[in-house]
């Protein structure tokens, strides 16, 4: 079965400049989050979604970070404008709703904020 | 509000020896607890997860195990290998919330 798929894998621009990242969760999961890790740190959830409804977004900047998941599949996350403190890497994961609420990581998206 | 703490930071150690990393947590009411691996410059691999009515879970040379009452869970490698070198993180799924709240990760080393 294929994994979680994000582009881009890299990503640098200059502060104020709009960027977005795209998930493509796994075929059949439900659930689709997005987690933000700083350098050296554990990842922290921003967003996670029930199909195409925002259950817990308690945790995203909503002044400059936006998500979407239209049809309940891909995802994308936004941000605008981009600051020197948003370089990070962004994990989107997904999984099936219910026991034992397993999460499956995609690769990320390093993002450089010069 | 839950938080994990895993120590070491990082933690550097011969080819063939058994090791463990700790994983602590503050809030005993989760759901369950995974350890994942991270390569650089990759995402997270999912290792062992342990459901909080368990006491432990084992996949080949790792074993984790996990005692809720003390906010405490422990990772062990046996026969460690230069491919096992990476970032472990522990990760508890807060009940009812279903989210991970992460450690921030040992950096392991397995020198050769």
């Known amino acids: 079965e294929a994994g979680v798929v994000q582009s881009p894998r890299y990503k640098i621009i200059e502060k104020k400049q709009p960027v977005a990242f795209w998930c493509n969760p796994i075929s059949g999961h439900n659930t689709l989050y997005w987690y933000l890790q700083n350098l050296g740190q554990g990842p922290e959830l921003l967003i996670r979604y029930e199909n195409e409804e925002a259950v817990d977004d308690s945790q995203l900047p909503k002044d400059r970070f936006s998500a979407e998941r239209l049809k309940g599949v891909d995802s994308t996350l936004k941000i605008q404008p981009a600051e020197l403190g948003d370089s990070a890497v962004y994990l989107c994961a997904s999984g099936k709703t219910g026991a034992p609420y397993e999460q499956y990581f995609g690769p990320g998206t390093r993002l450089t904020v010069t | 509000k839950q938080e994990v703490t895993q120590i070491p930071a990082a933690l550097s150690v011969p080819e063939g020896e058994n090791l463990v990393l700790n994983c602590s947590f503050t809030d005993s009411a989760i759901y369950n607890l995974q350890w994942f691996r991270q390569d650089p410059g990759k995402g997270l691999t999912s290792l062992l997860l342990?459901?909080?009515?368990?006491r432990e879970q084992t996949s080949g040379r790792l074993n984790a195990s996990l005692d809720k009452s003390s906010g405490r869970s422990t990772l062990y490698i046996a026969a460690s290998q230069p491919g096992d070198s990476a970032t472990y993180l522990c990760a508890v799924e807060v009940q009812g919330a279903q989210k991970l709240v992460f450690g921030q990760g040992t950096r392991l080393t397995i020198n050769p």
């Open positions: 342990i459901q909080s009515s368990q």
